[in-house]
Structure formats: C-alpha cells, structure tokens
C-alpha cells in the first residue's frame, strides 16, 4: 500500500526523488520521507567528519509538504538516496513512523512497502541486546537487525536479515559505509529497477521512473538487487547471480500524466473509449475471437468461480451473469477476503477466474493460491502487467488498459467488464452454447462499444448538473435487478469513496424486505434501468419509492420514453446488449459520484483512508 523509490548516479537524488514519490503518491499518502547519502565534508586537518553521512528528510501528510520541507534545506544534497510514500498500517501517521527508518548507529537507511508479520519477535530479541527503536512501525525491525547482522559485507547482512523476515517486503536500503550503493529485496511485494545511462533506479511501479527510463527489470520474489549508477546485479536467494532479462515499457509519459484534466479520475473517465479499444481490437480478426495467451480446453470445466475484491468483485458479478447466460456452465462471484477463508469446494473441474487492475491486491492473492492448493485452474485478468497475479495466475489475460492513477477505478473496471464478456462468448464458442450468428452478433455489439462509450461520455455536462441538483442528499441508494444491479453495487461504491456520502446499493425487489423504511420524503434513489427484460418489475419499485416521497434519477436506453413519466430526471444512454449494458451504464455513474465529491471538496484522486493498490489484509 506504501510507495517505494530509490536513485543512484550523477545527478541529484533529492528532485528525483521527489518526483518518483508525487508520481507514486496514489499508493499511499499519509507521510512520506527521503533518506540520501550526503556529501561528507571534510574536517579542518583534512580527514572525513565523523558521524553517519545518511540524512532524512520525513513529513506528515501529502508528499508536497515533504517538498516543502526540502525547498527549505538547500544543504539537503546527495547523489543515492531512497524514498517513501505511506499508508500507515502499524503506528499512526507520524514524522517518527514515517519511512525511511534508520538503524540506531545510524549506518543504514530503509524503506519498506509491505508487512513484517514476525516484527514483533524480532523487535523483543533485538532489545534485548539493548537496542532501542524509535518507531512503531513493523519496518523498523528490518534496518536494525541489519545493523546487527553487518560484519563488512552488506550484502551478506541484508540476505541473512530477510532470511529472518516472514510476510510480504519490498524494501530498498542505503548504508553510510557504501556510497552509490543500493540493495533492493523483494518477497510478495511490487519491486522493479530501472536502468539508465549512468544512473539507475527502483520503484513499487513504473509511474515512478517512466520520466526516466522505459528499459525496466521485474524483480522477483525472493531476489536482491544490488544497484550501482553503473550496473545491477541480481541474485538468488542463495546469493548467487544470475541473469535477468530487461522489459521495455511503451507506454509514455503523458499517461501518467494528467494531460490538462483537473484530475486522474475525470482523465481516466475520459479515456474509457481508447482504452476498451486497446481491450478488445487486438483480439478480434474476422469477427472472431483470438485469445493467444489461452490454450484452456473449457470442456474440463463443470464449474466457474469468480473472485476479486471492490470494484473487480463487482466487475466479476457481471462477468458471472454474461458466462452463465452464454456457456450454460454454474458461475459463481465471491470476495476475495470471504472466500480465502471459506475452505470453498472445487477442484480440478473448477475454473477460477481472479480480477485485479493492480494485480497485487493481498486478499485476491491469497484466495487465488487457496483455490490453486484445491486443484482449480486460475485464469487472472490483470492490468498491471508482470505483476504478482499475473505471474501466479495459470492463464493471464491483461486488460491493457494503461496506467491508472486515480484510486477510484474507472477504465479498469469497464475494462474487466469487456474481457470477461469476450472471454464468456470465446468460451461458450468453444463449448458450442451459443450460435454462430448470436456469437457474431455478440462480436459486432462488442466492437461497437468503445463508440458507445463516447456517446455516454457526451452527457458529462448533464451528469454535472445532476450532481449540482442532486449533491446534498447525505445518504442515497442505487437499485436496479440483474445486470443493473451489479451496475448499482459498483455506481454505489464510486460516489462514496469519494465523495464519503453514505451510499447503498439494492436489488430493486430486495427493498421492500426491509431497507423501504429508509426511504423518506427528498431522499435521492438512483434507479438503473437499461436491463429491459426486467424494466416492468424496476419501474414497480421505482413508483413504490417515489409514493414515500423518494427523488429518482434514471439511466435508461436512449429511446426509452416510459421512463419519463416515472422519473424526476433521466440520463439516456445508448442501447446496448443486455449482457454488455454494464460498460456503458457505469459511465454516467462514474461521473455523477466524480462531480458530486467536486462540489463537496473532496480530494477525489487520492480519498481519505485509502490507496491504490491494497496489499495488506
Ligand atoms: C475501486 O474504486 C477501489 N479502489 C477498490 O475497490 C479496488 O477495486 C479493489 O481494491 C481491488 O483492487 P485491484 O483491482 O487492484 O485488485
């Protein structure tokens, strides 16, 4: 959940730095620090001053009050350093708590994105030998016994220090005796080094360096790195070198950029209709679809288990009702936090299909190696390519739907929704439940939506007056039935973690069994009711809402009159298939829940308590 970065070369390392942790700030955002090796400075009779040569630099808060602090240390200089971004897990966000952590002789320096499960172990055991820690944070355990362990060799020191570790570390270290070295490890958290030109890097992703370099290597669990400005050697967890390959990156800098937008979220929103193409074009020829990464004989399946958390659980409740509908074949969806814990009865014939748009999400991963441990095959759909998911996973498919910034999801989630709508009619191909002319008319509505996605996008400026109308409704629900009730789950989710309303989602039949009570004279309901074959039943509980004084906002079909006698405002978007209605139907929603935290002052890309990317449990 925290933000890692680190640098070594010629130049500066403090802006660089600096920079690498505002490009990584969405991961987390409650403190951040910088640890560099200063320049020593040498004594009257010409020898080196004592003391350690590691200075830190930590604040509370947003990285820019961390530049803040920088801008005003003009002796702050220093060509290696290293980074963090916080999302606090043990200790309160606090200067003390916030990375880097140093060890008490104060030689070596350590950032940390992770959890240290046995902290508390080793902390007991290093007091013992009387030393003292500065912090609350699990981290702090790493650079100390460190410390400990260093006999001249550092190298040696950080293999023996995470062979003690348990639980998930990507760490990087500075250490006084080693200028322009640093040792980076990696155990079930994001890790990967850039190489440059006299100069070389690691960060938890590639927003960080892509400024820098594009020309990246994937650590993997278990590695260390040691990086020099001039080379990168990596090694075993035996110690031993070997080889790793180097990934080029194509993606440029303007996509992790904002380009203008006020925010990631509102770019990110904008973006859907390039990003579905990048999605669905590469992998259709002929009105037919080509999954070349897939070699699964679908038959060896008698069921399907979806699982994900947040908004890819609720991307895979969609994807439950297109591959039910399509391949005939039981699907179910379940939480990632739920099910890793539910000792859930599949096996060989079990296919299990995982969503994450970071693909490092630690309740996803969890369950996946659960359902792995029982015989299942786990089909991953990940964005972020190369990560731990994907690496897990049988079979990836990745949405390439570029970087996404904001943590409120927005391309990822129509992204997953698309894949998984092609992965259901690819596979009911394969199983010959669909016809050939329901599988090319399922194709055709499939290439048509990234211009339908556009004519959603139209209505941006009718969402924000919506939302100006609608923004003081303190608490509100979505409902809708069948696909636009996992719309509604995931609409619901959008508009409160970021604009901190309080929000439900309900099945639309569900009401009445209880939560009607809640409804009352200007409370606003969000009614979706793009799912015809159940419209008749939507528009029975939109009129038994509006008869307890309830305020309905509609998304609907364009052409769908009835609607407007039954609603207070309606948003018409284009007709789609029933099955493909989520991608489009969300996009009015991601900007009602966008323009309703604008007015409300939200800090809408970064909102309080939360991150990016969620790999604690
Ligand atoms: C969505 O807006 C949230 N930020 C969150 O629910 C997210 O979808 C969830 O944490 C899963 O993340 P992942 O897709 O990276 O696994």
Redesign the pocket.
Known sequence: MCGITGYTGLNQAGPILLEGLRRLEYRGYDSAGIAIQSERKADADGSESAGSSIKMLKATGKVSHLVEKFEAEPDFKGVCGIGHTRWATHGVPSDTNAHPHLSADGKFAVVHNGIIENFAEIREELQKYGIEFKSETDTEVIVQLLAYNYKGNFKKALMKTIARLTGSYAIGVISDEHPGTIFAAKQASPLIIGIGIGENYFASDITALVSNTKNVIDLDDGEVAEITPDEVKVFDHTGKEIEKPIRHINWDIASAEKSGYDHFMLKEIMEQPQALKATIEPRIKDEEIIFEELNIDMKKFNRVHIT?????YHAGCVGRGIIESLCKIPVEAEVASELRYRDPVMDEKTLVIV???????AD?IAAMKECKYKGATVLAIVNVVGSSIAKLADYCLYTWAGPEIA???TK?YTTQVVLLAMFAVWAAGELKTISHGAYTTMVKDIMRLPERAQRALDLNSRVKKMADKYNDNQSLFFIGRNMDYAVALEGS??LK?ISYLHSEAYAAGELKHGTIALIEPGRLVVALCCYEKLLDKTISNIQQVKARGARVLAVAHEGNRSIFAEADDVLSVPVTDPLLVPVIEIIPLQLFAYYVALKNGCDIDKPKN?A???TVE
């Open positions: 994900a958390c947040g908004s890819a969503i994450s748009q970071s693909g490092e999400t996803t943590v409120a999801t990822g989710l959008k973690e939360l990016k990317s969620v």
